[in-house]
C-alpha cells in the first residue's frame, strides 16, 4: 500500500544553497545505513533526481497539457523559491522518463545522481533545453529548480541511527 507522502511526518529539513550541497548531503546519506519514509527507496530517489537533471540538458518527451504550459511560466517563481509540494502523482506521459523502476540499484542511481549534478553544475544558460512546463530558464534558475526537488525527494531520506 502506498504512503501518502503529504502526510508523512520526520522528514529532514533540507535547504540546499548550490549542487554542491546536494553533493556533499548525497556522500553522506550514501555512506551508512539510511531508511526511507515515503514510497521510494534512495536508489529510486536518486534515479529520479539524475532523470530529472539530465532532461534540463537532454529535454524531455514529456509534453505537459496546454493549460500547464500556459500558467506553468506564472508558477516559476514558487517553484524556484519556496518548498515543493509533495504527493505529486508523476503524468502517465512522463512515467517512462521519470518514473524509477523498482529495481534500481542504489549505488548505481547515487553514480547517475552525481554524473547528472556535475553536468548540471559544468552547463551554461545556452546549454539548456526549454522546460516543459516553465518554457525558456537561465541556468541559475534551473538549478533552484533542482535543488527544491532535490530538497523535497532527500528530506524522505534519514539516517537509520535518526
Known amino acids: 500500500m502506498a504512503i501518502d507522502t503529504k502526510k508523512v511526518e520526520g522528514r529532514r529539513?533540507?535547504?540546499?544553497?548550490?549542487?554542491d550541497d546536494v553533493l556533499a548531503d548525497l556522500?553522506?546519506?550514501?555512506?551508512?545505513?539510511?531508511?526511507?519514509?515515503?514510497?521510494?527507496?534512495?536508489?529510486?530517489?536518486c534515479g529520479h533526481l539524475?532523470?530529472?537533471m539530465s532532461s534540463a540538458l537532454d529535454g524531455s518527451s514529456f509534453n505537459p497539457p496546454f493549460i500547464f504550459r500556459l500558467?506553468?511560466?506564472?508558477?516559476?517563481?514558487?517553484?524556484?523559491t519556496g518548498k515543493?509540494?509533495?504527493?505529486?502523482k508523476i503524468p502517465k506521459a512522463a512515467e517512462g522518463q521519470f518514473l524509477?523502476?523498482?529495481?534500481v540499484?542504489?549505488?548505481?542511481?547515487?553514480g547517475e545522481l552525481r554524473s547528472a549534478i556535475e553536468r548540471l553544475k559544468a552547463a551554461s544558460d545556452a546549454d539548456l533545453v526549454r522546460h516543459p512546463m516553465f518554457g525558456e530558464m537561465t541556468k541559475?534558475?534551473?538549478?533552484?529548480?533542482?535543488?527544491?526537488?532535490?530538497?523535497?525527494?532527500?528530506?524522505?531520506?534519514?539516517?537509520a541511527a535518526s
Do not use: C
Open 84 to 88: 515543493m509540494p509533495t504527493g505529486f
Open 50 to 52: 539524475a532523470a530529472g
Open 13 to 19: 529539513e533540507l535547504q540546499f544553497q548550490s549542487l
Open 140 to 159: 541559475h534558475e534551473a538549478e533552484q529548480f533542482h535543488l527544491r526537488h532535490a530538497e523535497m525527494h532527500l528530506s524522505f531520506v534519514v539516517p
Open 105 to 110: 540499484e542504489t549505488e548505481a542511481a547515487v
Open 71 to 80: 500558467i506553468g511560466p506564472f508558477m516559476k517563481k514558487k517553484f524556484l
Open 100 to 103: 524509477p523502476s523498482n529495481d
Open 27 to 45: 556522500d553522506q546519506l550514501a555512506s551508512g545505513e539510511v531508511k526511507t519514509l515515503g514510497n521510494w527507496s534512495l536508489g529510486q530517489i
